[in-house]
C-alpha cells in the first residue's frame, strides 16, 4: 500500500522512501564525513534521512547544523550489545522504509540485528579491505539485503571470500572538490609548520596506526637522503602511534626534517600547498586524502592495495607501488621530485578525476540506486 504524503489531498500519492541511517562513531572522520555527505543530499533526491548516532558526539552536532533529523542514542562503545534492543525499538517507532548501516567494529552487528528483529531490511556500506572472519561471512553479512561497496577493491574482497558479486554494488566515497581548490601560499605552510619553502615539501595526512605506512615511508626517505637531503615531510594526524612516530624518525636521522603537525581541521587550506601527498598504506578503503590531493591539483605515490588504485590513477594523477616495498616507494618519490614537470601533469589531471566519479551528488545518487533496487522502486 502506498504512504500518502503528509497533509496530501491524493490518497494514493505516494511518500519519500524513509532511510534510517546508524553511524555510532564520534567523530566526523572520513567514513562519518560520507554519512553527512549522504544525508544532507538525499533530501534533494527525494528520500528521507533520519540520522541515528552516539549521544552527544560532533556528528549529532554537525547533522543537525545540515537540517538532518537526528536521534542521538546512548552508547558506551563498539562493544555495546545493548544497541541491539534499543535500536530495534526506536525502528519500530519510526517505521523507516530501510535501514542503512555505517558503522562497524561491532555496530555493523548489532544495528543489523536490531533491523532484523523490527522487521525492517537493512544495507550495509562497507569502508575497508581486510578480510573478515568466518563468523561475519557467515551471520553478518547475510543480515543485510545488500552490500554498498565504497571502492572495486572492496568489492573484489568480499567476493574472493564468497559475497555473490551480485549482493555488492560499488558506490565511490566522495570529497567536495571546492575545499581543497584554494590553498593557503606556500611560503604560510611553511611558516606555520617551521620548514623551508625553498626546499621540497611532502605530506602524508593519515591516522598514526601501522597500516598507514609511516615507518615505510621514513625509511624510504632514509634512502633518499643521498640524492634530497633537504626533502621535508608534514605528518597530518593522531592516534596510538603519537608517541612512538617521532622516535622512528629519529632513529633514521629524519627528526629535523618531519613535522608532526597532529590532526587538523584545517588540513585542506595546506594539502594542496604540498609538493607530494604519499600514501603507503598497507590496507586501506578508497583514500579519501588522494582525492583530496587530487582536487587540489596535487600529485599522489601510493600503495597497489584495497580501493587506492581508484582514488590514484597510476600514470595519470600519480604512482601506485607494491605494498610494502620501500625502495619501489622511494624510487616512485624520486622521479617525481626529480622530473617537475612530470609531477605537474600528474597533479593538473587530480581535479577532472575527481570530478568523474568521486563528489556527494555522485555519490548519493549512486546509494539512492541501491535503495531503489532493494525496495523494488
Request: hydrophobic letters at 45%; glycine letters at 10%.
Amino acid at each position: 500500500m502506498k504512504k500518502s504524503l503528509p497533509g496530501s489531498n491524493d490518497a494514493g500519492a505516494e511518500a519519500p522512501p524513509h532511510v534510517v541511517h546508524l553511524e555510532t562513531g564520534r567523530h566526523v572522520y572520513g567514513g562519518a564525513q560520507q554519512v553527512l555527505y549522504l544525508t544532507q543530499r538525499l533530501p534533494t533526491l527525494g528520500i528521507r534521512s533520519t540520522l541515528v548516532c552516539a549521544k552527544g558526539g560532533e556528528m549529532a552536532i554537525r547533522a543537525r547544523a545540515a537540517g538532518t533529523d537526528v536521534v542521538e542514542l546512548p552508547t558506551i562503545g563498539d562493544a555495546d550489545l545493548s544497541i541491539t534492543w534499543r535500536f530495534a525499538a526506536l525502528l519500530k517507532r519510526l517505521q523507516p522504509d530501510l535501514v542503512h548501516i555505517h558503522s562497524r567494529r561491532g555496530a555493523d552487528v548489532w544495528g543489523g540485528l536490531g533491523a532484523r528483529f523490527a522487521g525492517v531490511p537493512a544495507v550495509m556500506s562497507r569502508r575497508n579491505d581486510n578480510r573478515e572472519a568466518r563468523l561475519a561471512l557467515r551471520f553478518k553479512y547475510p543480515m543485510y539485503r545488500h552490500i554498498v561497496a565504497v571502492a572495486q577493491g572492496i568489492k573484489d574482497v568480499l567476493v574472493e571470500q564468497g559475497i555473490a558479486a551480485e549482493d555488492i554494488t560499488v558506490v565511490h566515497s566522495a570529497i567536495e572538490p571546492s575545499l581543497f581548490q584554494h590553498p593557503r601560499p606556500r611560503a604560510e605552510l611553511a611558516a606555520t609548520f617551521g620548514l623551508d619553502a625553498g626546499q621540497p615539501i611532502l605530506g602524508i595526512a593519515a591516522q598514526l596506526i601501522d597500516r598507514k605506512g609511516h615507518a615505510l615511508l621514513f625509511e624510504a626517505l632514509q634512502m633518499l637522503s643521498s640524492r634530497h637531503p633537504t626533502v621535508q615531510l608534514i605528518v597530518f594526524g593522531r592516534g596510538p602511534l603519537s608517541d612512538s612516530l617521532p622516535a622512528e624518525a629519529a632513529a633514521r636521522g629524519l627528526q629535523h626534517r618531519v613535522c608532526f603537525a597532529g590532526f587538523r581541521q584545517d588540513l585542506a587550506q595546506w594539502i594542496g600547498a604540498l609538493d607530494l601527498l604519499v600514501h603507503p598504506a598497507y590496507t586501506e578503503g578508497l583514500a579519501n586524502v588522494c582525492l583530496q590531493a587530487a582536487a587540489a591539483g596535487v600529485a599522489s605515490v601510493g600503495t597497489r592495495v584495497g580501493g587506492i588504485p581508484e582514488a590514484i590513477a597510476d600514470g595519470r594523477t600519480g604512482l601506485l607501488v607494491p605494498v610494502g616495498d620501500a625502495d619501489a616507494l622511494a624510487a616512485s618519490i624520486d622521479r617525481l621530485l626529480t622530473d617537475v614537470d612530470l609531477r605537474r601533469r600528474l597533479g593538473a589531471a587530480g581535479p577532472a578525476h575527481v570530478e568523474s566519479d568521486f563528489t556527494p551528488p555522485i555519490m548519493a545518487a549512486g546509494n539512492r540506486a541501491v535503495y531503489r533496487r532493494v525496495l523494488g522502486r
